[in-house]
């Protein structure tokens, strides 16, 4: 009985019907022994922004799984779902054991990037921002998160707006990619240009908060244009 369920859920997912996997997959007859359903129970949870729900069912799900490629991936969605919900100690501490078990890759390092980033402790954000792209050239979070960073706190502007450039150049429609490279700009004193970006980030996505705070701070500092 459950292997037919879990084919259902497991074609639902494939399809991309998350929440019906997730109606499938409680309502089949799975026990607390049956790893792979709060595997994609988790999976699914996540996709759909329930984030608690999705670490109830990955937390009981690696405790019984002895694969360790999807051990590992359990893992990086429980740092994200921790992400999502600001528990970065949470987060931190399943990426180190990531780590401490010789696990490398380009999200694994931009994860950590991003919580040394939350938690202000710039060079360690820096050096795993690097790291991540050192394996993954083209991870244009990765490039975006170190120009801001190195623009904002280091004042590398140069290598700033071409990590920016570069992320921009991967995903042209990205308001978080148009802002970062407007803010480099206003740092740069290239008022214009800024002015340009941030005109760009703000019509596609008209209700960002920290894009309408770069404005303010470009009127304040940059000439009327």
């Keep these: 009985m459950l292997e037919n369920q879990l084919?259902?859920?497991?074609?639902?997912?494939?399809?991309?019907l998350y929440s019906e996997v997730i109606s499938t997959l409680l309502l089949s007859d799975y026990s607390d022994e049956d790893f792979i359903v709060y595997y994609y129970l988790g999976l699914c949870y996540i996709k759909i922004g329930d984030y608690e729900g999705g670490k109830e069912s990955l937390e009981h799900y690696i405790e019984l799984d002895d694969n360790l490629l999807r051990v590992f991936q359990g893992r990086m969605l429980?740092?994200?779902a921790s992400i999502q919900l600001e528990d970065y100690k949470e987060a931190q501490?399943?990426?180190?054991?990531?780590?401490?078990?010789?696990?490398?890759?380009?999200k694994l390092y931009s994860l950590l990037g991003f919580i040394y980033y939350k938690k202000k402790m710039m060079a360690k954000s820096v050096k795993y921002y690097r790291l991540a792209i050192s394996i993954d050239p083209e991870n244009a979070n990765a490039l975006n998160s170190l120009g801001y960073i190195l623009a904002d706190y280091k004042d590398d502007l140069k290598e700033a707006e071409t990590l920016c450039r570069r992320a921009l150049s991967i995903n042209v429609d990205n308001p978080?990619?148009?802002?970062?490279l407007g803010w480099v700009c206003l740092k740069n004193n290239k008022f214009s240009a800024s002015q340009s970006f941030f005109n760009r980030a703000l019509m596609l996505s008209p209700k960002n908060d920290v894009i309408t705070k770069h404005i303010k701070e470009l009127e304040k500092v940059g000439p009327k244009l």
């Design 7 to 16: 084919k259902k859920a497991i074609n639902e997912y494939n399809k991309g």
């Design 78 to 80: 429980l740092a994200f």
């Design 93 to 106: 501490l399943h990426l180190d054991k990531l780590l401490d078990s010789g696990y490398e890759s380009a």
């Design 176 to 180: 978080a990619y148009l802002d970062s």
